[in-house]
């Protein structure tokens, strides 16, 4: 029995569920030594703006317990120098494309940078990233439910484009924020981007980054993720792409059984070069084990 991994988001159709997170994959060919990337399920670019960012001082990045912090701040070449070089390169490997995109201060910058990709048939499918905690931003979009609804409606009117949103755990209900992107026609919701956090070196007191806080990923947020995206699949009918802490097939299959019709991999790829191809073997041997026939049968198959 060869079990069916295809799945779609919007009219994006994907081999198989795993795809790899935005800022944690490059452009892909980072990875092309170490795995062959047709067999993921798509690609979601490094998160572009309209304009170069050199993002945010180092120190960036630091280790905790089951984690790491980043405060990256979207370092990306902006979108015009990503469409002439980034954009090709990534076509080529022949799966979906899902370009990641971010406004640096006004919401209208989301129009602009829709515009510039609706044409582009390299691009599969946008995702609005609206969650980055790593901006100089006193509030996020997608922290308030009406700010969300209202960007996504504008987006939505711009492209045909599969669109996904890109949501925030730092929020009190994330579960009506999903509902009211899909109300906005959103295509799918990805979940969770990163949670808030610092770290303190003890001998200096001084913050272990640059900027003092910054986004909590890895498997310490995992049962954090795994929860939220239960409770957004309990409340919208659109597709969840999972992720938070994705490590291995099993903890990529909690998202699953969870709810998610897909899952992304995010801070794994940094351990591992090689985790996501070896997900997707895990998951199609699972099914085979299980005779699960189709990735379908087992997204939201939670037992209670």
């Known amino acids: 029995m060869n079990p069916n991994l295809n799945i779609k988001i919007g009219k994006v159709k994907l081999n198989n569920p795993v795809m790899v997170a ?69 076509r080529k490997i022949g799966i979906p494309v899902i370009v990641s995109i971010a406004s640096e201060k006004d919401p209208t910058e989301f129009i602009r940078l829709v515009k510039r990709l609706g044409n582009l048939s390299a691009v599969s499918a946008i995702e609005l990233n609206i969650s980055c905690p790593n901006m100089r931003h006193t509030r996020l979009i997608s922290q308030d439910a009406s700010a969300t609804y209202e960007v996504v409606k504008a987006v939505r009117r711009q492209t045909t484009k599969a669109l996904i949103v890109k949501l925030s755990p730092n929020v ?27 770290s303190i070196d003890i001998n200096t007191r001084k913050p272990k980054i640059a900027m003092v806080t910054a986004g909590l990923s890895g498997p310490a947020i995992r049962p954090i993720a795994v929860k939220m995206v239960w409770e957004v699949y309990n409340k919208v009918k659109i597709p969840i792409i999972g992720m938070g802490g994705i490590i291995d097939t099993d903890s990529a299959l909690e998202f699953i059984i969870a709810g998610a019709s897909a899952v992304s991999i995010g801070t794994a790829n940094f351990i591992n070069p090689r985790i996501s191809v070896e997900v ?16 379908r049968g087992l997204t939201g198959s939670l037992q209670k």
């Open 22 to 90: 935005s800022g944690t994959f490059g452009y892909g060919q980072e990875f092309a030594p170490f795995i062959s990337l047709r067999k993921l399920g798509a690609i979601v670019s490094k998160t572009v703006t309209l304009n170069p960012r050199q993002g945010n001082p180092a120190p960036r990045t630091c280790e905790t317990p089951a984690g790491m912090l980043n405060s990256i701040g979207l370092e990306n070449p902006g979108i015009e120098m990503f469409i002439k070089e980034k954009l090709p390169v990534l």
């Open 172 to 198: 009190t209900s994330i579960s009506d924020i999903a509902l009211r992107a899909e109300e906005a026609g959103a295509d799918a919701v990805s979940l969770v981007n990163t949670i808030n956090g610092m």
């Open 280 to 295: 997707v073997e895990g998951i199609q041997k699972y099914m085979k084990v299980n005779k699960i026939v189709d990735i």
